[in-house]
């Protein structure tokens, strides 16, 4: 069926698409099929989902870290982990990230700008003019 010719639930025999609850991750045909002899999905599955469909495992126990923490830690830079809170500012994170990994702002300009695959501004290249249309909140 192409865009226009999708079935609506307004057609005669028409079907809507299973939703996620329906048929997840993790859920089996006889969970997902009408005649009432599946499983109803909120047994133990094993994986740890809460029959939700959605699989969990492997993130149990995982350690939610500062976003300048996790990209320091991606570029490699080794160092006893800062203990940051991941709701810090990145105004208060970003001294303490390079204390503790001994690099300076340039070095993690360029990791975060990497991470986030963005260039680097150089400011000395900036227009004269440009602070006129940034917003005053922003300078």
């Given amino acids: 069926m192409t865009r226009d010719q999708t079935a609506t639930d307004s057609e005669p025999g028409a079907e809507s698409p299973p939703s996620l609850e329906e048929s997840g991750p993790g859920t089996s045909d006889s969970e997902t099929s009408d005649s009432g002899t599946g499983d109803s999905g909120t047994g133990d599955s094993g994986t740890g989902d809460s029959g939700t469909g959605i699989e969990v495992s492997g993130t149990v126990g995982a350690t939610v870290i500062h976003w300048l923490v996790r990209v320091a830690e991606r570029a ?64």
């Fill in 76 to 139: 490699g830079l080794e160092g006893e982990r800062p203990d940051i809170p991941p709701g810090t500012a990145a105004r208060e994170a970003w001294p303490v990230v390079t204390r503790t990994y001994k690099i300076g702002d340039p070095r993690l300009c360029l990791l975060v700008a990497t991470y986030f695959r963005l260039e680097v501004a150089d400011f000395a290249m900036r227009e004269p003019n440009a602070h006129l249309v940034v917003p005053e909140a922003m300078l």
